[in-house]
């Protein structure tokens, strides 16, 4: 699956058909499914760190996750909630 793809239909499988064909027809919903997964993945790397920086590193990048996942649900035309869960 196309990079940063899977992250999104992870994040809102009941919209997967819409993620896919607005992936192939939106170039700039691409590069924010992209920025998604690269921002989750970095999450992954500070919740496994042992570095002092650690929880404000991780903060950052939930906060940076949830903001994302608004605008994709925005592109997307989905309700959007800011009590929305994001990855921990």
């Known amino acids: 699956m196309e990079y940063g793809m899977a992250r999104v239909i992870g994040c809102f499988p009941e919209h997967a058909a819409s993620i896919r064909d607005r992936f192939h027809a939106d170039e700039s919903f691409r590069e924010m499914c992209g920025d998604y997964t690269e921002t989750l993945e970095t999450l992954e790397r500070w919740q496994a760190s042992s570095s002092p ?29 800011d009590g929305m869960e994001h990855p921990r």
């Open 53 to 81: 920086h650690k929880a404000a590193r991780i903060e950052e990048y939930r906060e940076l996750a949830g903001a994302l996942e608004i605008e994709i649900a925005t592109a997307l035309q989905l309700p959007t909630n």
